[in-house]
């Protein structure tokens, strides 16, 4: 499938990061928070709602010195949307040499980077760690007639051009890469039905209870509440063993031999230390050990899977290699 290229979010970037730190230059911005006291900032490269944005503030509590429940943290969450995070990166490249910022990142970023021109790339950031896997997830509105994934299936071939599906993703991030490898495994071709892009899940969610779109294919943790209250209906999932948190077969359960997994991690800087790297890393390595963070991973239904340093920049690269040869394998 050929990738789809648009012009560069390079003007976008400039008058988003300009609003917090003043200008588009290299210097790097002053973070305080209320007090006057400095504090390590979270930037979630994707609307309010999204799964970057659970992420971070789930974060901020686990690596906060607030007690389980409270709203106090020594970190903050800063919100700066656009391209699929690449709005964001290009924040991130602006704070060179700054320790107390860190960006949450994932598949969908390096999605966004293939089908994207972009004049940043990860490269150009600091490899902090993965954090977590989150499964996949096909859902539609409770009045939708596709009842099974063996609804959806049938449906599919029979017309694939008459089911929209949208995904939280460009198309080459999870949401996307979990519906083309979907299709695929059933025999369809991926470009006869129409993928749209959102802004994460506090734009999807609308659009799939509307009736804009007939599917959604996303991460999990969005979408839990909805589950639960009736208002979507799960209908596969992708992990290869069925989940606690959704009552829903497995792709494979249903037929369909697909076991993918979106994740989640974070990135610092250009230009940090190799003191205040590490830093970082000791930091979600303890993270990882904590009774706080592990019922957080359960609770949204994710899966700790932490790789720091080298380990998650060599992972980095396997998964952009996995991104760009899906996307443009022939049907």
């Given at each position: 499938m050929p990738t789809t290229r648009v012009r560069s979010a390079t003007s976008a970037v400039c008058v988003a990061v300009a609003v917090l730190v003043g200008a588009c230059s290299s210097e790097p911005a002053v973070f305080a928070g209320a007090d006057g006291t400095p504090r390590v900032q979270l930037v979630v490269p994707s609307d309010a709602g999204g799964g970057y944005d659970l992420t971070a503030r789930n974060l901020t509590q686990a690596l906060g010195s607030g007690t389980p429940g409270s709203t106090d943290s020594d970190y903050d969450v800063v919100v700066l949307p656009g391209s699929g995070g690449i709005v964001g990166l290009g924040r991130l490249t602006l704070e060179r040499g700054n320790p107390d910022l860190a960006m949450v990142m994932g598949l969908g970023l390096i999605g966004a980077l293939e089908t994207t021109e972009s004049d940043n790339s990860l490269?150009?950031?600091?490899?902090?760690?993965?954090?977590?896997?989150?499964?996949?997830?096909?859902?539609?509105?409770?009045?939708?007639?596709?009842?099974?994934?063996?609804?959806?299936?049938?449906?599919?071939?029979?017309?694939?051009?008459?089911?929209?599906?949208?995904?939280?993703?460009a198309e080459g991030g999870p949401d996307?890469?979990?519906?083309?490898?979907?299709?695929?495994?059933?025999?369809?071709?991926?470009?006869?039905?129409?993928?749209?892009?959102?802004?994460?899940g506090?734009?999807?969610?609308?659009?799939?209870?509307?009736?804009?779109?007939?599917?959604?294919?996303?991460?999990?943790?969005?979408?839990?509440?909805?589950?639960?209250?009736?208002?979507?209906?799960?209908?596969?999932?992708?992990?290869?063993?069925?989940?606690?948190?959704?009552?829903?077969?497995?792709?494979?359960?249903?037929?369909?031999?697909?076991?993918?997994?979106?994740?989640?991690?974070?990135?610092?800087?250009?230009?940090?230390?190799?003191?205040?790297?590490?830093?970082?890393t000791d930091r979600i390595r303890d993270l990882d050990t904590s009774g706080r963070w592990q019922d957080i991973l359960t609770r949204n239904g994710w899966r700790s899977s932490i790789l720091t340093g080298s380990d998650f920049a060599d992972f980095l690269g396997e998964q952009a290699r996995f991104v760009h040869e899906t996307l443009t394998v022939t049907p």
């Open positions: 490269s150009e950031a600091t490899p902090v760690a993965k954090l977590l896997e989150e499964p996949e997830v096909v859902l539609v509105p409770a009045n939708s007639p596709l009842r099974t994934m063996n609804d959806l299936v049938d449906a599919w071939r029979a017309d694939p051009s008459a089911l929209s599906f949208a995904g939280g993703s996307g890469l979990f519906r083309i490898l979907l299709a695929r495994a059933i025999g369809v071709d991926p470009s006869a039905s129409t993928y749209r892009q959102y802004e994460g506090g734009q999807l969610l609308p659009a799939l209870l509307t009736g804009d779109v007939d599917v959604a294919t996303t991460g999990v943790s969005e979408y839990l509440d909805q589950i639960s209250a009736g208002t979507v209906r799960a209908l596969a999932i992708s992990t290869d063993e069925r989940v606690p948190v959704v009552d829903a077969p497995t792709a494979r359960e249903a037929g369909v031999d697909v076991v993918f997994a979106n994740w989640r991690g974070l990135l610092a800087p250009p230009g940090i230390t190799a003191d205040q790297a590490t830093t970082w």
